[in-house]
């Protein structure tokens, strides 16, 4: 490895050296497309107020002429059009604008225009009419002392107006009788023109406005209206802004980057359809770099602790990015700040930037970086990968940041039109991420803390999406960083974790690709993009879950897991007749924790045996109900006071921190546990004590084990030397996490051969460890109305590969009125196809509105029975529009049991549109509202298919869902339905293949 990265970096040194200054990158020039088509100078003065005056520019051009002169509506004197654009001139000036560019108007085919325009009066001589104009911008341009491009002479030696070499769209180099505006070529050399008056006059953070008519506006051109594609405000920005050489396109994308001694970073990123989605913002950097200082550690002296911090915001074991290390132990660089000497090189289909010589702390000389980018004919996905080589030999690298993407953000300016779809738990989407932020916050998340649960985020703007993310098939240690500058734009990195870190000399080369692409829609079709690799991938070897023989199909029809402790008092509540009529005719299982010789789920985790008395009598009232028992059980945590901790020397195996410390979670002043846990390594000793303790379930009667915090608390840097050498990252931990799951399910089933696991939350590293996930923080957290809601992006993605239950409902959300909480989060489950989860007895039998609940509930199983084969099997298929008497019902959404919320609405009825593996579909709706409603929802199909008359699969007894059905085009279908309140209502369309 080493050689092979120092031969790569001398390679490519010979391409050329320059020393970087230690400056920042200059910010980006704004170019802005003002043309309007069909515009003259007199519809040019009426709006000069809005695009010039209100917000100045430093530099304006000004292109009018061709529809005052040609235009038979919109014809004006020569002399009324040198009125106009000398009022343009003055008021320019008087609102500070510092340079004014004039245009002569570009040639033209007369012949065209005559046929179009035949009742012209200069039809005689059109050309000889348009030199007048030609020569009004002239003795403006004198009289006023303004630079002007002479585009009629510039056009003139490419050939005559109506030849195939012309940049006029003629009939012979484009089939259209055009005559007047450009080519994407003669829209280049216009652009070009413009640059050369421009270049020596704009500074770094200007903008140009580009005033003018159709040929301003770019029309018959990509990115028509825009800065992007190929009109020639979006050629000008790029000449004004890129360097020379530093760009990389295919048909699908097109990026250019900044020098190496400016940064790197990203200047423009433009789609197939020219859509650009940078507009400027960060300090240039493609990369960052965090070393620390590496501590000294006294290998024959016993470790410490530090506290274990479940902020998302930190890395493990407390230790955050930007944390407060004193003096020069944390140092941060980044490629706009280097002194480096830098270099560029191409391949075929390639761009390698390359810093080397960085100083780190006093030593001289020692670090390089590099970055390389590969764009394949062909290949929708741009592919990065970063390197370096570190030669310090008192500082390691902690964190790679690359590629850095800055600049994201709007053209247009409208902010509000932004989304961000990001997998935090099983999907958050964020409106205004800019101005309003990320989360609340600038976000550093973790990949199996659930705040990062898939590996890609996707930023879209009026059905324009920019895909930022992995393709990593052996789920290496990483971190996903969005920030926002609250103003202009956001960034986007990913944070890699060398495998060697603290150990110096240190040379690494991220071992997967970081990816971007464009797309056209939303954060469903960003999904189907995810999927379509994710498929692929070892954590869905298993198959979809209709097949997938490793999951029991006991599991798989479990229609509810209560969540119901043994440590509860009072089963009779659970056995009470009115709750047992609920679940009758249902597979019931209960979610139970408390149990164990002390009652708790982490004091002396995970030695819980032997059972007591109660918990034996427990376990036998179930068994005679027959619902399956999943006990409660900490995947991660190990009381330093148990048993198996001070047998097995556990202080040899938990986590290390960067510093040496054993990781701890401290509940010692929890009146419930009373304990401080070691994170265990997930190594052959913490596997015995966790698979005894699993295994003594299996015998006791327990059908499956909930471990919590396995897959949810954090892919933990472990530099314990027992345990990875001290790599820190890598994907050892995770790695050794699964083989250990698998080894003690396999203990598990040679007592039972069916006996299940499920952990917290969803992160997609364990799907083929783990047959379910508890997704009780879809319902949990970050739900902030109309700024941030939950959205299904992992059940786009894997919903029929895997299964996910529960909702995290409490008694705030059941006593509001109307029990809206309750009906939503419920509802909500239900609609993405999440099992029924978590329910208590309590909830549908004593707290107020229990009535409500209970039939609620009743009408929830029911549907669920008859839609298993969608909800539980079936593919998500993209969300239905809805439309018709649909209010919005206002409620307050509680983050778990607590009485802490958010006050927002939803609309009255929701929908979700699925394809059975049969390939039948189903339309699911549900009404969280106490009036009924009658919506229409419209559905995509496939194509070569046709629908039959939709069946009701479920609607509450005594109601009429009046379901009708009309179509809308070949491949849609609109669907009218009345549903009732409170309740879902599932409607079948079977599919037929057409003829």
């Not at 004590?689 to 949810?712: I, P, W």
């Not at 970050?782 to 590969?801: C, F, K, W």
Request: hydrophobic residues 35%.
């Amino acid at each position: 490895m080493k050689h092979r990265l120092s031969r790569w970096l001398g390679v490519v040194a010979m391409a050329g050296m320059m020393t970087a200054q230690a400056t920042a990158a200059a910010p980006r020039v704004m170019v802005e497309n003002r043309g309007v088509g069909g515009h003259s100078s007199v519809n040019g003065l009426g709006r000069f107020q809005r695009d010039v005056e209100a917000t100045p520019p430093q530099h304006l051009i000004l292109y009018f002429g061709i529809n005052d002169a040609l235009n038979s509506g919109k014809l004006v004197s020569v002399e009324t059009f040198r009125a106009n654009l000398q009022q343009m001139i003055d008021r320019a000036r008087a609102c500070g604008v510092r340079t004014i560019v004039l245009t002569t108007p570009n040639p033209i085919v007369p012949e065209y225009l005559a046929e179009r325009h035949p009742k012209h009066p200069q039809k005689a001589d059109l050309n000889a009419h348009l030199a007048t104009f030609d020569q009004a911008v002239r003795d403006l341009a004198k009289k006023n002392k303004l630079p002007f491009v002479d585009l009629a002479r510039a056009l003139a030696p490419f050939g005559s107006v109506d030849g195939k070499k012309s940049l006029l769209r003629n009939a012979a180099n484009s089939r259209s009788r055009d005559g007047v505006h450009l080519t994407a070529e003669g829209y280049r050399v216009m652009a070009g023109l413009y640059a050369s008056v421009l270049k020596p006059l704009v500074k770094p953070g200007d903008r140009v406005v580009c005033l003018g008519d159709s040929i301003t506006y770019g029309a018959a051109m990509k990115g028509a209206g825009t800065t992007h594609g190929q009109t020639y405000p979006a050629w000008l920005s790029h000449f004004l802004n890129s360097a020379d050489g530093l760009r990389i396109k295919n048909g699908s994308l097109e990026l250019a980057f900044r020098s190496p001694e400016q940064g790197g970073g990203l200047l423009s990123a433009v789609g197939a359809n020219g859509h650009e989605f940078l507009n400027g913002g960060g300090d240039g950097s493609l990369w960052r770099i965090h070393l620390r200082r590496i501590p000294e550690i006294d290998p024959n002296a016993a470790p410490t602790t530090a506290k274990l911090s479940l902020d998302p915001e930190r890395a493990d074991g407390g230790t955050r990015m930007d944390d407060g290390s004193e003096g020069d132990d944390l140092i941060v660089l980044s490629a706009a700040e280097a002194q480096a000497q830098c270099s560029v090189s191409r391949g075929a289909d390639s761009l390698t930037l390359v810093w080397k010589g960085m100083d780190v702390g006093g030593a001289k000389g020692v670090l390089d970086v590099s970055v390389t980018v590969r764009l394949k004919p062909g290949d929708e996905f741009a592919r990065f990968r970063a390197g370096f080589s570190n030669r310090s030999k008192t500082h390691t690298v902690l964190y790679l940041v690359a590629p850095l993407v800055q600049g994201v953000g709007p053209t247009d300016g409208d902010f509000e039109a932004d989304r961000l779809a990001i997998p935090c738990y099983t999907g958050r989407l964020i409106r205004n991420p800019i101005r309003k932020g990320l989360l609340g916050k600038d976000r550093r998340f973790q990949p199996n803390r659930s705040g990062h649960s898939m590996q890609f985020d996707a930023y879209y703007h009026k059905g324009d999406g920019l895909y930022l993310g992995c393709f990593d098939s052996e789920q290496y240690v990483k971190r996903y960083l969005l920030e926002t500058d609250r103003k202009q734009s956001l960034s986007w990195a990913v944070v890699h974790v060398p495998d060697n870190v603290r150990r110096v000399p240190q040379e690494w080369e991220v071992p997967y690709d970081t990816v971007l692409r464009t797309f056209r829609g939303d954060w469903y079709d960003a999904a189907k993009i995810y999927r379509r690799w994710a498929l692929g991938q070892s954590w869905t070897k298993q198959g979809p879950l209709l097949s997938r023989a490793d999951t029991p199909q006991w599991f798989k029809e479990i229609d509810e897991w209560l969540l119901w402790g043994f440590h509860k008092s009072g089963r009779e509540r659970l056995y009470a007749d009115k709750v047992q009529a609920l679940y009758k005719g249902l597979n019931v299982g209960m979610h139970a924790g408390g149990w164990g010789k002390n009652g708790q789920s982490q004091s002396e985790t995970p030695d819980h045996f032997p059972l007591r008395d109660t918990d034996k009598a427990f376990l036998q009232d179930a068994k005679s109900h027959n619902y399956a028992i999943m006990g409660y059980i900490q995947g991660v945590c190990w009381d330093v006071e148990s048993p198996s901790f001070k047998a097995l020397n556990g202080v040899d195996h938990t986590v290390r921190t960067f510093e040496g410390k054993r990781l701890v979670w401290d509940f010692s002043a929890s009146k419930l546990h009373a304990c401080v846990c070691a994170i265990a390594s997930p190594g052959p000793v913490w596997e015995k004590a966790l698979g005894d303790t699993v295994e003594k379930m299996a015998k006791a009667g327990f059908r499956a084990a909930y471990l919590d915090s396995n897959n949810h608390a954090g892919t933990y840097l472990n530099f314990n030397p027992n345990y990875g050498e001290e790599r820190g990252g890598g994907r050892a931990y995770i790695a050794n996490n699964r083989r250990m799951v698998r080894a003690i399910k396999e203990r598990a089933r040679k007592i039972d051969p069916e006996f299940c696991f499920t952990a917290e939350s969803f992160w997609e590293g364990n799907m083929a460890e783990l047959d379910a996930f508890v997704a009780c923080n879809t319902t949990n957290q970050y739900l902030e109305g109309a700024r941030v809601s939950a959205i299904p992006l992992a059940q786009s993605v894997y919903h029929d590969y895997t299964i996910l239950y529960s909702a995290w409902v409490g008694k705030p959300d059941l006593e509001q009125p109307g029990a809206r909480g309750y009906i939503a989060k419920f509802g909500q489950a239900f609609l993405w196809g999440v099992k029924a989860g978590w329910n208590q007895p309590t909830l549908v039998n004593e707290y107020k509105n229990y009535e409500i609940a209970y039939e609620a509930t009743r009408r929830r199983y029911a549907a669920g029975r008859v839609a298993g084969p969608y909800l539980t099997y079936g593919t998500m298929m993209r969300p239905p529009v809805l439309s018709g008497e649909n209010p919005p019902v206002a409620f307050t959404w509680y983050r778990g049991w607590s009485s802490r919320g958010y006050d927002i609405t939803q609309p009255a009825v929701q929908a979700t549109w699925w394809k059975s593996p049969d390939r039948a579909f189903a339309l699911v709706l549900y009404n969280i509202d106490d009036a009924a409603h009658t919506v229409e929802a419209r559905v995509e199909l496939p194509v070569k298919y046709y629908a039959t008359t939709p069946k009701t699969l479920y609607a509450p007894e005594g109601t009429d869902p009046a379901v009708t059905m009309k179509a809308d085009g070949r491949n849609a279908v609109w669907i009218r339905c009345t549903v009732p309140p409170r309740s879902p209502l599932v409607i079948e369309i079977l599919k037929r293949r057409s003829r």
